[in-house]
């Protein structure tokens, strides 16, 4: 299938911390076959690699890396997962089964992979979905970065009982998301207010690394019909019966490729790491400090280099 492509003309250019704009950045779209469009960016020339953002993000938290990764000789692309940024908002199919095989059919169309496994990059809400699709297709995944993530279902739970004031501000919005329809009753028409939230001192260490006008894309992109409602089904699906059953079965499918786990000192630090240490012994960590949850923004110097130095540790003859 040739994949649509648009100028949309709505989006903000590409821009690094030092004002340069990525040369060629193209807006797609595709249909996969469940005849959902997703949306994308990409950027360079060379070897793939796919870019999986964070919830309530799009694409363009990855707006101060990719410009590190198509000068370190990449084809970058940055994918929005359906019910974010420009893809389609269906109604369903937000288990992350499902959004795995959203991700395998736009490799598959794009053959993004060529037979042998392409570099796969997460953050959030991103890296669920990144490590259900590893499970599932592990010859789709060359190398995997997963970012600050708690995976449903995989992660270790937290602890009984009342958390403390810092872990409850941190995760409190696990259990509102999955509640039915309040959550949307109160974000609705509040958008800016709930998005200040996540954007705020309670996730990032360094708030000013949301720019005025990212967090205006990010509002524009979350104000969407339906965006809302699509975001929280994620987590109402991840923790419901279906999804605890889809993460059983994935907790013991073993994951061959070289994995990179990155946190934020201010947020789920190593968490990642003893996620998926029992489950693959060929994964590296780093935690970056001063940091909170956001590091693709706080701290992309650090986690471009990080990326960059795994995929040099970790070269399989074809970079």
Same mark, same amino acid.
């Given at each position: 299938?040739?994949?649509?492509?648009?100028?949309?003309?709505?989006?903000?250019?590409?821009?690094?911390?030092?004002?340069?704009?990525?040369?060629?950045?193209?807006?797609?779209?595709?249909?996969?076959?469940?005849?959902?469009?997703?949306?994308?960016?990409?950027?360079?020339?060379?070897?793939?690699?796919?870019?999986?953002?964070?919830?309530?993000?799009?694409?363009?938290?990855?707006?101060?890396?990719?410009?590190?990764?198509? !000068?370190?000789?990449? &084809?970058?692309?940055?994918? @929005?997962?359906?019910?974010? %940024?420009? +893809?389609?908002? #269906? *109604?369903? =199919? /937000?288990?992350?089964?499902?959004?795995?095989?959203?991700?395998?059919?736009?490799?598959?169309?794009?053959?993004?992979?060529?037979?042998?496994?392409?570099?796969?990059?997460?953050?959030?809400?991103?890296?669920?979905?990144?490590?259900?699709?590893?499970?599932?297709?592990? !010859?789709?995944?060359? &190398?995997?970065?997963?970012? @600050?993530?708690?995976?449903? %279902?995989? +992660?270790?739970? #937290? *602890?009984? =009982? /009342?958390?403390?004031?810092?872990?409850?501000?941190?995760?409190?919005?696990?259990?509102?998301?999955?509640?039915?329809?309040?959550?949307?009753?109160?974000?609705?028409?509040?958008?800016?207010?709930?998005?200040?939230?996540?954007?705020?001192?309670?996730?990032?260490?360094?708030?000013?690394?949301?720019?005025?006008?990212?967090?205006?894309?990010?509002?524009?992109?979350? +104000?969407?019909?339906?965006?809302?409602?699509?975001?929280?089904?994620?987590?109402?699906?991840?923790?419901?019966?279906?999804?605890?059953?889809?993460?059983?079965?994935?907790?013991?499918?073993?994951?061959?490729?070289?994995?990179?786990?990155?946190?934020?000192?201010?947020?789920?630090?190593?968490?990642?790491?003893?996620?998926?240490?029992?489950?693959?012994?060929?994964?590296?960590?780093?935690?970056?400090?001063?940091?909170?949850?956001?590091?693709?923004?706080?701290?992309?110097?650090?986690?471009?280099?990080?990326?960059?130095?795994?995929?040099?540790?970790?070269?399989?003859?074809?970079?």
């Amino acid at each position: 299938m040739t994949p649509a492509h648009s100028p949309w003309q709505s989006a903000p250019p590409l821009n690094s911390r030092s004002g340069s704009v990525a040369e060629g950045l193209e807006h797609g779209l595709i249909t996969v076959d469940t005849g959902v469009r997703l949306h994308y960016v990409v950027a360079g020339d060379g070897e793939a690699v796919v870019l999986l953002p964070g919830w309530p993000q799009s694409w363009y938290t990855w707006r101060f890396i990719i410009p590190k990764l198509v !000068t370190a000789g990449r &084809r970058v692309y940055a994918l @929005d997962p359906r019910g974010f %940024g420009d +893809s389609d908002i #269906p *109604p369903g =199919g /937000y288990d992350l089964n499902t959004c795995a095989r959203d991700l395998h059919r736009f490799l598959h169309e794009l053959d993004l992979d060529q037979g042998r496994g392409v570099d796969i990059v997460s953050h959030d809400i991103g890296s669920w979905i990144a490590h259900a699709h590893a499970a599932a297709y592990p !010859t789709d995944v060359n &190398r995997l970065v997963l970012s @600050d993530a708690y995976i449903p %279902g995989i +992660s270790p739970p #937290p *602890p009984r =009982g /009342y958390p403390d004031a810092a872990l409850n501000s941190r995760q409190w919005h696990f259990y509102f998301h999955r509640v039915h329809g309040l959550p949307e009753a109160l974000i609705q028409g509040r958008e800016r207010i709930y998005l200040s939230w996540f954007f705020g001192p309670d996730k990032l260490a360094k708030p000013w690394s949301i720019e005025p006008e990212a967090f205006e894309e990010y509002l524009r992109v979350f +104000s969407r019909p339906g965006a809302v409602t699509a975001g929280l089904n994620y987590y109402r699906s991840a923790f419901s019966e279906q999804g605890k059953a889809q993460a059983a079965v994935r907790q013991a499918q073993p994951l061959p490729m070289p994995i990179l786990t990155l946190g934020g000192e201010y947020a789920d630090a190593g968490n990642l790491y003893d996620t998926i240490r029992p489950i693959n012994p060929n994964v590296t960590n780093e935690v970056f400090g001063g940091a909170g949850h956001h590091i693709t923004e706080e701290c992309p110097e650090d986690m471009a280099r990080a990326i960059l130095e795994f995929w040099v540790a970790e070269a399989t003859g074809h970079d």
